[in-house]
């Protein structure tokens, strides 16, 4: 069972969903149950019905030559970084407004790219198509809102950090105070509270139209499928410059936090959600904080569910014919009775269920080289008495195994006439 029996705790936190002043409105049209897109008609009579392979950039932070800034000082790596913290909510954004302006549920398959100056950018097949300016006009006005306490000012550096107390959390070690936690950091932000960060896409948007079956489509799904194996580190090819700009925006993203768990909360005086003993700023494990993602966390390939049109038991098909033609067999109809059924007994569940006799205990028959009958203060291990290895009436390695072999084949002869 999910959630709490007893209920919230807290009043339910909510958010005007009210657009913002400096976004530009969207048109709506009314939603149809389809996945397909339009079609048109040529002169020939043929039908057609093409796709888009769009393509979304951020912004820019500053001047950028060969994947390395100009001017290092002035490249806004903060907002770099955060837009790289927040950019796959972004994408999800876009997607919903795409989805509301077409008036269908639009399919797509996307990858997300990095560029030479290290921040991710959007390439979407569109199943479907819309004006090129609809396409812009959506992407000016897709943005997202990171309602997060503010992580500006900093509290806690250095040697001078948070402790944590058992049954409390963090404190304050000059104060002794209990830092405010991830819940009542949530709940002085007010009505009139900014948000921590705002994303958007930048100026610069590719639309480009596609048909089925011509060579430009192929190249679109070679230059996605290409995505599946490489990773946002991958980028890093333009020399020292390069990996420098690379090493600015690590320590950059180093203190940025990544989500509500994250330990550079701690660093801002706000214990992070779910805290636990042994946080430290700048320590954190989370994706978006190593050098191969670069801040991005999120998937690197997005999907959608409909995109196929298939069910689960035609990709099956689809897989199973692809690999017979790999292997050069044919795709002949399986044969639904090439297998036949029988009822096998379970031989273990009788062996369990079957009562074996105890074997019983039978005492060890004298012997020319046994020694006599063992105390108390006596070795029972090591076959001697008195001093250990020493002295008359030592039981040799032979004789102890000649003893335990008939104890065995009086066991075994007990067991036979049970049965």
């Not at 639309?207 to 079956?213: K, P, S």
């Not at 989370?286 to 390939?301: Q, S, V």
């Not at 074997?359 to 063992?374: E, F, H, N, V």
Request: glycine share 8%.
């Amino acid at each position: 069972m999910r959630g709490n029996v007893l209920g919230r705790a807290s009043a339910k936190r909510s958010r005007s969903t009210k657009r913002r002043q400096d976004a530009p409105d969207l048109p709506k049209r009314k939603m149809t149950h389809t996945t397909l897109g339009r079609t048109f008609q040529g002169t020939d009579g043929k039908v057609y019905r093409p796709s888009l392979f769009v393509t979304l950039t951020l912004p820019s932070y500053g001047k950028v030559r060969d994947g390395a800034p100009l001017d290092p000082d002035a490249y806004d790596y903060q907002r770099a970084a955060r837009d790289a913290l927040h950019f796959s909510k972004l994408v999800d954004r876009f997607v919903q407004n795409l989805r509301r302006v077409a008036g269908y549920d639009v399919q797509y398959f996307a990858a997300v790219e990095p560029q030479k100056r290290l921040a991710p950018h959007l390439h979407i097949a569109i199943r479907g198509t819309l004006p090129r300016a609809e396409i812009r006009q959506i992407a000016a006005a897709t943005y997202h809102q990171v309602w997060w306490p503010q992580a500006d000012e900093v509290v806690f550096d250095g040697d001078h950090m948070p402790v944590w107390q058992d049954g409390t959390g963090y404190l304050n070690p000059a104060t002794g105070k209990v830092l405010p936690t991830w819940d009542e950091a949530l709940d002085t932000l007010d009505e009139d509270a900014e948000p921590l960060h705002v994303i958007r896409f930048g100026e610069q948007v590719d639309v480009q139209g596609v048909l089925a079956g011509t060579p430009d489509a192929d190249q679109c799904i070679r230059y996605l499928s290409k995505y599946l194996t490489k990773s946002l580190g991958d980028a890093l090819d333009g020399g020292q410059a390069q990996q420098q700009h690379a090493a600015r925006m690590l320590d950059a993203l180093r203190y940025e936090p990544c989500s509500p768990t994250c330990p550079n909360w701690l660093r801002y005086g706000i214990q992070p959600k779910d805290a636990k003993p042994g946080m430290h700023p700048g320590r954190c494990r989370g994706k978006a904080h190593k050098p191969e993602h670069l801040g991005y966390a999120g998937r690197r390939i997005l999907v959608s569910r409909k995109r196929s049109n298939k069910t689960l038991a035609e990709h099956k098909q689809d897989r199973r014919t692809w690999v017979l033609e790999a292997l050069g067999q044919a795709d002949e109809p399986t044969d639904p009775h090439r297998y036949v059924w029988r009822p096998v007994p379970d031989r273990r569940r009788q062996r369990a269920t079957t009562r074996r006799p105890t074997p019983p205990i039978r005492p060890r028959t004298p012997t020319l080289a046994s020694p006599p009958p063992r105390t108390g203060s006596q070795s029972s291990r090591t076959g001697t008495f008195g001093n250990r290895g020493h002295g008359e009436g030592r039981m040799t390695k032979h004789d102890e195994l000649r003893i335990y072999r008939s104890d065995l084949n009086a066991w075994l002869e007990s067991i036979r006439s049970a049965a």
